[in-house]
């Protein structure tokens, strides 16, 4: 392919800046910045130029442009400032890993056979006890007390990732607050997040947050030396999950295992990437059904269909493909709020995108996958929530650039499968089993860390058959 000679080169687009803090007084902080940049790509169009106290940020939004961006022999994935921060939680681990760092091909092919679609197989008994933990506090709860959405979720993805990844079990719901690891983990993202919204500097004078952020590091740690601790005490050398996986596999082009330090680093990974994201894309799909009483209605219909009114159904694993609904529910709530709502690339070498724009080798491009979700290719009406887009029919025609909620290419989410399955098994059996009644009349608001949850979502829930 031939590019427009850089001499050519259009400026990328971009607002007043204001000398040395550029866009900073623009930009809000936390969700409502998300929702700005949604904004800014409607009006400056897909791609556009922000300055952050001297540095930069390219944010690109629409399809042709990632398009282009997704071609992998000129872009990768870039550990931006933002991953940089988020280093000092998880080091070298899969998701925060440079490209040159030799421990993520390691890691990479010593637990993608952990990820494949078979091996979803083994996960699923547990992660039917785990959903069933989660029915049997929201039957105590009844139709009287409310529960809250996001917590519970964020207790059953933990605790699914816990047990299926390390054989661990958090124990989330025998407790009434929430596991100190979750609170830990949830500070310390806040605290690397606020450092790169913040002016360079600014953390000399937050020494308190500083030291809570290290002692928060010190507790993951501890917990997940624990949870290794046990498993080699155990004398359990089996690779039937992550942990064994990584303590006794010996990758096939070193022929050497990973380092402990490495390990433990892609345990926190794990905890950290396998059950925020997956509980907010559940928070949004249950918030979605909520509103919609007739995809509600075809979703119970589907699950109905399949299990009839037993009162406990025991989905096997080869039930989850057949809630092809459930999934599409899902499909459309990750395109609205792609609960991990951007990743960034940048070019191998200096190039020129889009025909007219020069960015250098190394530059971190931004794609902001709630604005390409919204992008007028989706048709007209992009902001209703609609799972009709995702029939087959639907998907074989579109490009599947236009639809990226789980990153590109060698650096997309190695947990895909994992959190697909786990989340239409719990979705159809909350939808088998309850009616949603939305008792606040809840209206949308979107809190926001590493990544996006519906804030403040409660439900009241009724049984279905025989239930009040
Ligand atoms: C990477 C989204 C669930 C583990 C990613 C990336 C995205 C993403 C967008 C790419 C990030 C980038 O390019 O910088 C999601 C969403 C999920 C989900 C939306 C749920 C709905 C999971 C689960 C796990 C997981 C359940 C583990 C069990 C990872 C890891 C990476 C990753 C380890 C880094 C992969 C690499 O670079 O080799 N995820 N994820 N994710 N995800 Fe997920």
């Known amino acids: 392919m031939t590019h427009a000679p850089v001499a050519m080169a259009q400026s990328i687009p971009e ?63 870039s550990v931006n400032r933002d991953l940089v921060e988020v280093r ?44 069933r933990s989660l029915i049997a506090k929201w039957d ?32 989330s719901f025998r407790r009434d607050d929430t596991h100190p690891f979750v609170d830990a983990m949830a500070r310390a993202l806040a605290f690397a997040q606020d450092k790169v919204e913040s002016m360079p500097g600014s953390e000399l004078f937050k020494r308190k947050q500083a030291e809570r952020f290290h002692q928060d590091n010190m507790l993951m740690t501890d917990l997940v030396d624990e949870v290794i601790r046990q498993r080699r005490a155990s004398g359990d050398t089996s690779t039937d999950d992550l942990l064994g996986r990584m303590l006794h596999t010996r990758d096939a082009a070193t022929g050497e295992p990973l380092d402990d330090t490495n390990v ?12 925020e994201t997956t509980s907010g894309a559940l928070s949004f799909a249950l918030y979605y059904l909520t509103k919609h009483p007739e995809v509600l209605a075809r979703a119970q219909a589907e699950v109905d269909a399949l299990w009839g009114d037993e009162d406990a159904p025991d989905p096997g694993y080869g039930d989850i493909g057949k809630l092809t609904y459930i999934r599409q529910v899902l499909n459309e709530s990750l395109r609205l709020w792609p609960t991990a709502p951007g990743f960034a690339v940048e070019p191998l070498e200096d190039t020129v995108i889009g025909g007219k724009y020069a960015v250098r080798k190394g ?37 599947v650039h236009l639809f990226k909620p789980f990153g590109n290419g060698e650096r997309a989410c190695i947990g895909r499968q994992f959190a697909l399955h786990e989340a239409t098994l719990l979705l159809g059996l909350l939808v088998h089993r309850y009616r949603l ?32």
């Open 15 to 77: 607002r007043r800046a204001l000398p040395l803090i550029g866009h900073a007084l623009d930009l809000p902080r936390g969700a409502d910045g998300l929702v700005h940049l949604m904004k800014e790509a409607k009006e400056l169009g897909p791609v556009f130029r922000l300055r952050l106290f001297g540095s930069e940020i390219v944010v690109v939004a629409g399809l042709d442009l990632v398009t282009e961006l997704s071609d992998e022999t000129r872009f990768r994935k």
């Open 88 to 131: 000092e939680i998880a080091g070298d681990g899969l998701f925060t890993a440079f490209n040159h760092e030799p421990n993520w091909r390691k890691a990479h092919d010593i637990l993608m056979p952990a990820f494949s679609l078979g091996a979803m197989r083994d996960y699923h008994g547990t992660m039917l006890q785990v959903a």
């Open 140 to 171: 105590r709860a009844g139709a009287d007390h409310p529960v809250d959405v996001p917590e519970d979720m964020t207790r059953l993805t933990f605790d699914t990732i816990g047990l299926c990844g390390f054989g661990f079990d958090f124990e």
């Open 264 to 275: 433990r680093n892609q345990v926190i990974t794990f905890l950290i990437a396998g059950h």
């Open 363 to 399: 530059e971190a491009l931004t794609v902001l996958t709630p604005a390409l979700h919204r992008d007028p290719a989706w048709g007209e009406n992009v902001e209703l929530f609609d799972p009709e887009r995702f029939t087959q029919a639907q998907e074989e025609k579109r490009s």
């Open 437 to 468: 009644i939305d008792h606040t009349d809840y209206q949308l608001k979107i809190k926001q860390s590493l990544t996006i949850k519906p804030d403040g979502f409660t439900l009241r829930l009724a049984r279905r058959a025989g239930g009040e």
